[in-house]
């Protein structure tokens, strides 16, 4: 079991545990930056899908895996800031000033939809902000001078300071290093007295007052600051859908980044970029499955001469070629998280982790949980 | 002009008058106790000094100036720390969070510069921490640092409370019944520990205890409660004595 | 063209109620109420139209099966989150909701379907034409209430209900049958949405997607009447629906959904704990 000797306060303050953590992170941004030269054309923009989701995941992540407000409507903001983005585009607005400008019109509304939580609590925020969701989708498709309504809109292709990033690889590198500054500033922010603040919030509001927390304010930031991160992200999110329409940012769109925080992991920016991966990849692997499981069942049908295989695989084949199965399955995935491992992709990771360093010393009673009571939340 | 005061202090709840036109004055550096049955109103009184509660009657008054209508997130920052009779922690947080926590009053950072995380608040975070080990030693909570309130014993517990009571730098530290829940010695410990806020730290105590032994043992002045009307005030052996509070509350 | 709105009001409400109802006990919120709505919907066409029996059976076969269904759910997979933050929980019949839509889509089709119904007339009263679908909805969310209300005040389930949703523990000590509690109020909600199920098909015609639109609108009803209130959930939803259809037809286009929502957003502002609700303050 790996202890780490801690010599002063900074290590403590420091993003990075010790040398061997940051040498594993850097590793891992080596690969991220090598990838695009080694994978296709095709997984380089499903990549790029991981990159853009887990903006949302650390946009969600803080409001509320850290500040525990819950919001059934954060599509919203990925819209409001995809929509700003492209119609300042068209508007021959500069591309760095057009994603300022989509960030400060979504922080803004953020703000807006942060005013009512001040008051309310719990599923009563959640139903204001579904509420807010529905409005703002309606708005999408009436407000034809500025979104074009049902008809949709072309987003043009991104271009920085005359040089241009339609390439499938520039762009995957302009998500990159979108997404690290993005962990950056939340990870700061989290280690700072902001995020503290935030998740005392989350654990006691009664008490966070007492210790000096101004309740609005917080709240209204951890809003504001959700929301501008939705704001780029729906910049991005633009750029790569490359055709907006208002049936894009459902509330189905929204239940899926809840997902995406969930499965990843609540409480924990890692979990942000494990739950982007787990959706953004999910669809794909359906669809390879859709034709890899027959082909293989059959495969293993002839070799064997059991025609059982076959039919297992055909049926296989066909339930995942029904229409609405991905939900389906997105369902099934999320229940099974939340019943088996309720700390998400994260916390299994971390489980693991624990179980290598502490061979073969590792006890499942650890991490078990204990029973647990219902106690009413109505009052907190 | 005393150190706190309160002065026909009263609240409703819907029609019950849970505190009734309570006075008292702490002297600075004291020790202040309530005692009083279940139900008296003592929670309540504390609840009115951190702002939690709005009063419908009386006036608060810390250091001369009068807080009766400061919103409660000001407290802090005015130099009143509490602890909460049912633990109010944040259990998903370690402990060293939970009392970092407790230094916000005291920051001088701003949004934009904790987002780059500028070399001043770097400087401020080592700062704080500093302050923090200060308290975590006078506790002696050093092997807890780093656990997840959530899997803290109970004593661990209270004494974390009072950890992050006394982080916030406190003028006027407002105890809930400090040893609820504690056996004999960590009641003993807790008894210590006033006595050393009192006495090397400066700080005023206001206090609710059941506990009579640690009440003799510690507090300068007692008040008692019944109803949410004042008994009696005076020394502890005054108060303990006298007819109505043996009556009400100690089953005389 | 009240009676329309009253009518799809009444569907709100039942539906609201379902919600309420599971809220009061364990203070959850099931997000997969407007897809059990949809399975009863379901199997009552497939009792009517697949089997071949008659209307009055189909509807009576298509509660049981989803009340029995719903108490299953509740003993087998929510009894393991209970404990769980309230938000995890909200997640996990968001999931539940999800996988049997995709269960109609494979067991049913995807595609559009019609109930037969005995209620096809109209009757004309005083230059007033009322179709007969309204009316039995109108006359079966009463019946429903009746048989509901009944039930709640003269038995001490009401009471064992509030209980166990401020306390679990302390209701165990009493000695009341916690589990056996929630899995009665699982059933009796999904029983609810069925009824409202049935009775909707006629009007909306029965597919995977019917329990979503309506679950959201019975939500807002449910908030604006108060989300621990019963009656509140009622009077909620014939708001909704009346809100809904007035807007359609004197507001500009696109504010008959939407109208609903902004009504919602304006009462959460003014007065958050909806018509009849009551707000709760924790002691320290």
């Given at each position: 079991m790996r202890f780490v000797f801690k010599t002063s306060y900074a290590q403590d303050i420091q993003i990075f545990r010790d040398r061997r953590d940051a040498f594993w992170y850097l590793l891992l941004a080596v690969v991220a930056v090598l990838l695009p030269v080694v994978i296709s054309d095709y997984y380089v923009g499903e990549t790029t899908w991981v990159f853009v989701y887990a903006i949302c995941g650390v946009s969600l992540m803080v409001l509320v895996g850290y500040t525990g407000l819950v919001s059934l409507g954060h599509a919203a903001f990925l819209g409001i800031g995809a929509y700003a983005h492209a119609f300042f585009l068209k508007h021959g607005v500069p591309w760095v000033a057009a994603v300022a400008l989509a960030v400060a019109i979504t922080t803004a509304c953020g703000i807006v939809v942060g005013l009512p939580a001040l008051r309310m609590t719990g599923i009563y925020l959640a139903i204001a902000t579904l509420a807010f969701s529905v409005i703002i989708q309606e708005v999408f498709s009436r407000w034809e001078s500025v979104t074009h309504g049902f008809a949709g809109m072309a987003v043009e292709k991104p271009v920085i300071f005359g040089i241009s990033f339609a390439d499938d690889r520039a762009f995957y590198y302009l998500c990159l290093f979108f997404l690290v500054l993005t962990l950056w500033l939340t990870r700061n922010l989290l280690r700072a007295p902001t995020g503290r603040a935030w998740v005392a919030i989350r654990d006691s509001e009664i008490a966070a007052q007492s210790m000096g927390v101004n309740l609005a304010i917080y709240k209204s930031m951890a809003f504001a600051y959700s929301a501008a991160l939705m704001g780029l992200a729906g910049a991005l999110f633009a750029h790569k859908i490359a055709y907006l329409a208002p049936?894009?940012?459902?509330i189905l769109l929204s239940i899926q980044l809840l997902l995406l925080v969930i499965v990843g992991g609540l409480g924990s920016l890692h979990g942000a970029v494990f739950g982007a991966i787990f959706v953004a990849l999910l669809p794909p692997v359906i669809a390879i499955l859709r034709d890899s499981i027959p082909a293989s069942f059959a495969d293993v049908a002839s070799a064997t001469g059991l025609s059982l295989f076959g039919a297992i695989g055909e049926a296989v084949g066909n339930f995942l070629r029904k229409p609405g199965v991905e939900a389906g399955i997105f369902g099934l995935i999320l229940v099974l998280v939340i019943l088996l491992e309720p700390l998400g992709m994260y916390g299994r990771w971390m489980k693991i982790r624990i179980f290598f360093s502490t061979f073969p010393m590792y006890k499942r009673a650890t991490f078990k949980r204990q029973k647990t009571y219902m106690r009413s939340e109505r009052l907190r | 002009m005393s150190f706190f005061q309160a002065d026909q202090l009263s609240i409703n709840f819907g029609g019950i008058?849970?505190?009734?036109g309570v006075s008292f004055d702490v002297e600075k550096g004291t020790v202040f106790t309530i005692i009083g049955p279940n139900g008296a109103g003592k929670t309540t009184i504390f609840n009115l000094v951190s702002r939690i509660y709005e009063p419908s009657g009386g006036r608060l008054v810390f250091e001369g100036t009068d807080i009766t209508r400061v919103p409660p997130h000001r407290i802090a920052a005015l130099g009143i720390a509490r602890t909460f009779q049912n633990i109010e922690l944040f259990?998903?947080?370690?402990l060293l969070q939970n009392l970092l926590l407790a230094r916000h009053a005291h920051k001088q950072s701003n949004f934009i510069s904790e987002l780059l995380f500028l070399p001043s608040v770097r400087r401020m975070e080592v700062e704080h921490r500093e302050m923090v080990e200060k308290v975590i030693d006078f506790l002696d909570l050093q092997q807890y640092r780093d656990s997840l309130i959530v899997n803290l014993p109970y004593g661990v517990r209270k004494v974390t409370e009072l950890a992050r009571a006394l982080c916030t730098d406190p003028k006027l530290l407002l105890l809930d019944e400090p040893s609820s829940g504690l056996n004999v010695e960590e009641t003993e410990d807790m008894a210590f520990w006033i006595q050393d806020i009192k006495n090397l730290l400066g700080i005023t105590v206001l206090m609710v205890e059941h506990d009579m032994k640690l009440v003799s043992a510690v507090s300068d002045r007692v008040l008692a409660l019944n109803y949410g009307r004042p008994l009696a005030q005076g020394s502890p052996q005054e108060v303990q004595s006298h007819p109505e509070v043996v009556r009400a509350y100690l089953g005389g | 063209m009240t009676l329309n709105g009253l009518a799809v009001g009444c569907i709100y409400g039942l539906v609201a109620l379902g919600f309420v109802l599971i809220y009061k006990a364990t203070e959850l919120v099931n997000f997969a109420q407007g897809d059990l709505l949809m399975l009863g919907a379901f199997v009552a066409y497939m009792a009517v139209v697949w089997w071949g029996l008659d209307y009055w059976l189909g509807f009576v076969i298509g509660v049981v099966a989803v009340a029995a269904f719903g108490a299953l759910l509740d003993a087998t997979v929510l009894r393991r989150v209970i404990g769980q933050p309230q938000f995890a929980v909200v997640m996990l019949t968001i999931g539940l909701g999800a996988m049997f839509r995709t269960f109609a889509s494979v067991t049913w089709g995807s595609e559009i379907y019609t109930l037969p119904t005995p209620f096809s007339g109209v009757w004309t009263v005083g230059g007033v034409t009322l179709s007969h679908q309204y009316l039995s909805i109108i006359a079966g969310t009463l019946v429903l209430c009746g048989i509901l209300y009944g039930f709640f005040t003269h038995t001490r389930i009401g009471v064992a209900m509030q209980a166990t949703s401020q306390n679990q523990l302390a209701a165990y000590y009493m000695g009341i049958p916690v589990k056996l509690i929630f899995s009665l109020i699982w059933a009796i909600s999904a029983g609810t949405a069925v009824v409202a199920g049935v009775l909707l098909a006629p009007v909306?015609?029965?597919?995977?997607?019917m329990g979503l639109a309506v679950a959201l609108k019975a939500f807002a009803a449910a908030v604006l009447g108060g989300f621990g209130s019963i009656p509140g959930a009622l009077v909620g939803g014939i708001i909704i629906g009346l809100i809904e259809l007035y807007a359609g037809a004197?507001?500009?286009?696109?504010?008959?959904?939407t109208a609903p929502y902004i009504v919602l957003l304006l009462m959460l502002a003014v007065r958050p704990q909806g018509l009849f609700g009551t707000l709760g303050r924790k002691k320290v």
């Open positions: 049936d894009i940012f459902t | 008058k849970a505190v009734d259990e998903h947080a370690t | 909306t015609l029965i597919d995977i997607n004197t507001l500009p286009e696109g504010f008959k959904d």
